[in-house]
């Protein structure tokens, strides 16, 4: 099992630019999120899924959009890069769809830089 | 107040002693709760979940106080390979179809050295 997959592992934006950054998992889990993990600040959710086709918005959503249309991938996608979404983006998955006591599979990250 | 608080530190110890983490939440209907471990620039990776009655696994111990509404980590025999962020986690039913969702603390740094 690959786990918990992230492309790309850098990538570099300028102001203005739209990308997405893929997320996927072969571990069969339902829920999956996506985090932001800036200096200081910890970990911010920024949407989260619990099955294909359904999606919500965490405590940083603007800027992101998400969708689940399978339930291996999970991409998000930025609309148009600032500055302020600099950070380094964390992709999540879980199995079940409660998240109560189930442990959090990690990948590797994607940092992202915007100038 | 802030929902998951956790001293940043860092902690500096030196091998072999004993440290102990505390993270406070706000929400009384927090229902579970984890320590994660992040090693510089890479990805959380569970330490272990906690339980009401306290778990422990190896030298690690953790015990949660829901009367004051905080959890606990003691890393006991410290080694150099333990020097990480330790991340508390909480979690409460907040999300679509109520799901429960994961909030972290900010993380605590712990630098053991010899």
């Known amino acids: 099992n690959a786990g918990v997959t992230q492309t790309p592992k850098f990538q570099v934006l300028k102001t203005g630019q739209s990308m997405t950054l893929q997320c996927a998992q072969d571990?069969?889990?339902?829920?999956m999120s996506w985090y932001r993990q800036d200096p200081g600040m910890g970990l911010r959710l920024i949407h989260y899924?619990?099955?294909?086709?359904?999606?919500d918005q965490g405590e940083v959503p603007n800027g992101y959009n998400v969708s689940r249309s399978t339930t291996e991938d999970f991409p998000l996608r930025l609309l148009s890069a600032a500055p302020s979404q600099t950070s380094v983006y964390f992709c999540?998955?879980?199995?079940?769809?409660?998240?109560?006591?189930?442990?959090?599979?990690f990948g590797p990250g994607t940092r992202l830089t915007v100038l | 107040r802030k929902e998951v608080e956790q001293d940043p530190g860092p902690f500096n110890v030196p091998e072999g002693a004993t440290v102990a983490f505390n993270c406070t939440y706000s929400?009384?209907?927090?229902?579970?709760f984890f320590w994660y471990r992040q090693d510089c620039r890479k990805e959380p990776k569970l330490l272990m979940s906690?339980?009401?009655s306290g778990n422990e696994d190896g030298r690690f111990t953790a015990q949660l106080n829901r009367a004051s509404q905080y959890i606990s980590l003691l890393i006991r025999d410290s080694k150099l390979s333990d020097s990480a962020t330790y991340l508390c986690?909480?979690?409460?039913?907040?999300?679509?179809?109520?799901?429960?969702?994961?909030?972290f603390g900010r993380g605590t740094s712990l630098i053991v050295h010899p």
């Open positions: 999540a998955s879980s199995p079940g769809t409660s998240g109560i006591y189930n442990e959090q599979f």
């Open positions: 906690v339980y009401s």
């Open positions: 986690v909480v979690n409460w039913a907040r999300g679509v179809r109520g799901s429960y969702i994961p909030t």
């Open positions: 899924s619990v099955g294909a086709g359904i999606t």
């Open positions: 571990m069969n889990h339902e829920y």
């Open positions: 929400n009384s209907a927090s229902q579970s």
